[in-house]
């Protein structure tokens, strides 16, 4: 009994890490897409993967610092680092000429990419009800970004920011089972802050003539601001959840929380003063948390 309610606990964590990297996340795209046509984007994520292993290694150092085992097979990081940095890479590339709701569209591809892989890496298995689980949270997902608009729907049309943004999400979708592939037992914080090192290591080694090009001091102060927020909270913050999240559950199940990102881009953009969407988008919103619900229940974790 006690084992069952620890593994209870272990998995409703799981599930309420990935609730808040789905808020943080969300965040990203709102702010990053004021900004992605001010900064270059290997310059932006390299500074933000500095100023994200300075938050971690402090967090890090203060608790006991890096073991020696954490720095077994040091390429593991160097894998992670390079997948989700050049994810952050395609990612603010594509905002530059990709209208948000294409971008949107392409980013709840996500899970089923990331299940494929799961299966692949992992051998996890999806079942026939984590299958409908994600068609439904696909639809709630679409619902919520062309607002209930079908005509919005019909008008789809994939350009190049698209395309480049959806290669940046096939290395996102890999990235969810490596974390568990390659973890060997590493406390989050430190698995978090040595992959962050790492990214920041490749970017940097990449960017070197964009981050000397780029004029600091002239940049607006939303690049700042965006800047703060994504070292802190969409770097961080979301790695570790992310990382955590992805220790616990399946693939598929992790990368669902993907389609509740549109719904909280809406919050975001009303925080921003960007207005509020109509109501009837609401159900999109529903059919998402219907989704997510039917993936609470336990099933060859």
């Given at each position: 009994?006690?084992?069952?309610?620890?593994?209870?606990?272990?998995?409703?964590?799981g599930h309420l890490a990935m609730l808040t990297f789905s808020a943080l996340?969300?965040?990203?795209?709102?702010?990053?897409?004021?900004?992605?046509?001010?900064?270059?984007?290997?310059?932006?994520?390299?500074?933000?993967?500095?100023?994200?292993?300075?938050?971690?290694?402090?967090?890090?150092?203060?608790?006991?610092?890096?073991?020696?085992?954490?720095?077994?097979?040091?390429?593991?990081?160097?894998?992670?680092?390079?997948?989700?940095?050049?994810?952050?890479?395609?990612?603010?590339?594509?905002?530059?000429?990709?209208?948000?709701?294409?971008?949107?569209?392409?980013?709840?591809?996500i899970p089923v990419m990331s299940a494929g892989f799961g299966w692949l890496?992992?051998?996890?298995?999806?079942?026939?009800?984590?299958?409908?689980?994600?068609?439904?949270?696909?639809?709630?997902?679409?619902?919520?970004?062309?607002?209930?608009?079908?005509?919005?729907?019909?008008?789809?049309?994939?350009?190049?920011?698209?395309?480049?943004?959806?290669?940046?999400?096939?290395?996102?979708?890999?990235?969810?089972?490596?974390?568990?592939?390659?973890?060997?037992?590493?406390?989050?914080?430190?698995?978090?802050?040595?992959?962050?090192?790492?990214?920041?290591?490749?970017?940097?080694?990449?960017?070197?003539?964009?981050?000397?090009?780029?004029?600091?001091?002239?940049?607006?102060?939303?690049?700042?601001?965006?800047?703060?927020?994504?070292?802190?909270?969409?770097?961080?913050?979301?790695?570790?959840?992310?990382?955590?999240?992805?220790?616990?559950?399946?693939?598929?199940?992790?990368?669902?929380?993907?389609?509740?990102?549109?719904?909280?881009?809406?919050?975001?953009?009303?925080?921003?003063?960007?207005?509020?969407?109509?109501?009837?988008?609401?159900?999109?919103?529903?059919?998402?948390?219907?989704?997510?619900?039917?993936?609470?229940?336990?099933?060859?974790?």
């Amino acid at each position: 009994m006690a084992r069952a309610l620890r593994a209870v606990s272990t998995n409703a964590r799981g599930h309420l890490a990935m609730l808040t990297f789905s808020a943080l996340v969300a965040g990203s795209f709102s702010l990053g897409g004021m900004i992605a046509n001010d900064i270059s984007p290997t310059a932006l994520n390299a500074v933000r993967f500095l100023l994200a292993a300075v938050i971690m290694g402090a967090l890090v150092f203060a608790t006991g610092g890096v073991p020696r085992a954490a720095l077994r097979a040091p390429w593991r990081y160097l894998v992670l680092g390079g997948l989700f940095g050049i994810y952050f890479v395609l990612m603010f590339e594509g905002l530059k000429t990709a209208p948000p709701i294409s971008t949107a569209a392409v980013f709840t591809l996500i899970p089923v990419m990331s299940a494929g892989f799961g299966w692949l890496l992992l051998r996890q298995v999806m079942t026939s009800r984590m299958a409908l689980a994600l068609a439904i949270g696909g639809v709630g997902a679409l619902w919520v970004i062309f607002r209930a608009d079908i005509s919005a729907l019909m008008e789809f049309a994939v350009g190049r920011g698209e395309v480049i943004y959806f290669v940046g999400c096939i290395f996102h979708a890999l990235f969810t089972p490596m974390l568990r592939l390659l973890n060997r037992g590493e406390s989050s914080m430190v698995y978090t802050f040595l992959f962050m090192v790492s990214g920041f290591v490749l970017l940097t080694a990449w960017g070197w003539g964009d981050l000397m090009a780029t004029d600091w001091a002239a940049l607006p102060g939303l690049v700042w601001v965006t800047l703060a927020y994504l070292a802190v909270f969409a770097s961080a913050g979301s790695f570790f959840m992310l990382q955590y999240g992805a220790r616990v559950l399946p693939s598929a199940k992790v990368m669902a929380y993907t389609y509740l990102t549109p719904s909280w881009v809406i919050c975001w953009e009303m925080a921003l003063g960007h207005g509020a969407p109509p109501l009837v988008v609401l159900g999109g919103i529903v059919l998402t948390v219907v989704a997510l619900a039917m993936l609470l229940k336990d099933e060859s974790v």
